[in-house]
Antibody, heavy 120, light 107 residues
Framework: QVQLQESGPGLVKPSETLSLTCTVS????????WSWIRQPPGKGLECIGYISYSGSSNYNPSLKSRVTMSVDTSKNQFSLKLTSVTAADTAVYYC??????????????WGKGTTVTVSS | DIQMTQSPSSVSASVGDRVTITCRAS??????LAWYQQKPGKAPKLLIFLASSLQSGVPSRFSGSGSGTDFTLTISSLQPEDFATYYC?????????FGQGTQVEMK
């Protein structure tokens, strides 16, 4: 079955760019849509956005000006870039596979998550 | 954004207890709701989608109900592995939003 693994720096300096990659195994990235979710320490879940296998994307308006997602089908990976980070972006970042039922999107497979700390 | 409000924020229960968690949406979301379970240090796990459909592999002691703005997740007989935090999510209006979570603790 599909498995996901996040990778990227665990520490990012304020004002710099957070870059994460999610590697998909056990299935083709071209078969599904993919999402990024984050969870600040001790807090709830926040949707960052999602991207299709063809590269069409949709971002949370609260982050839209700073977020870019991309897909690399040759590597079976998708990526997240978040610019101009602040301490408020410190969180565990999850990548997830979307279970799409019509216009509805559920998250049925998750990566283990990667902790990103924003600090100088 | 659609606001999702869960109650209670935490519940203390014993093995074998029946546990019910409520999720309220700020507007009508039909039956478009999911429930996730998250254990400490782990990723969330999809339990229920479309308000009452059990995800493959999820024990039948978990059930969901509701429509419109009010939804419930019920654990019919709490097991040791069920102590966790539970989140509801609305999957229709982007950005998807989650409830703040309900922690099920051991009494």
């Amino acid at each position: 079955q599909v498995q996901l693994q996040e990778s990227g720096p665990g520490l990012v300096k304020p004002s710099e760019t957070l870059s994460l990659t999610c590697t998909v195994s056990g299935g083709s990235i071209s078969s599904y849509y993919w999402s990024w979710i984050r969870q600040p320490p001790g807090k709830g879940l926040e949707c960052i956005g999602y991207i299709s296998y063809s590269g069409s994307s949709n971002y949370n308006p609260s982050l839209k000006s700073r977020v870019t997602m991309s897909v690399d089908t040759s590597k079976n990976q998708f990526s997240l870039k978040l610019t101009s980070v602040t301490a408020a972006d410190t969180a565990v970042y999850y990548c997830a596979k979307m279970l799409r039922l019509g216009e509805l999107s559920f998250l049925d497979v998750w990566g283990k998550g990667t902790t990103v700390t924003v600090s100088s | 954004d659609i606001q999702m409000t869960q109650s209670p924020s935490s519940v203390s229960a014993s093995v074998g207890d029946r546990v019910t968690i409520t999720c309220r949406a700020s507007q009508d979301i039909s039956s478009w709701l999911a429930w996730y379970q998250q254990k400490p240090g782990k990723a969330p796990k999809l339990l229920i989608f479309l308000a009452s459909s059990l995800q493959s592999g999820v024990p039948s002691r978990f059930s969901g109900s509701g429509s419109g703005t009010d939804f419930t997740l019920t654990i019919s007989s709490l097991q040791p592995e069920d102590f966790a935090t539970y989140y509801c999510q609305q999957p229709n209006s982007f950005p998807w939003t989650f409830g703040q979570g309900t922690q099920v603790e051991m009494k």
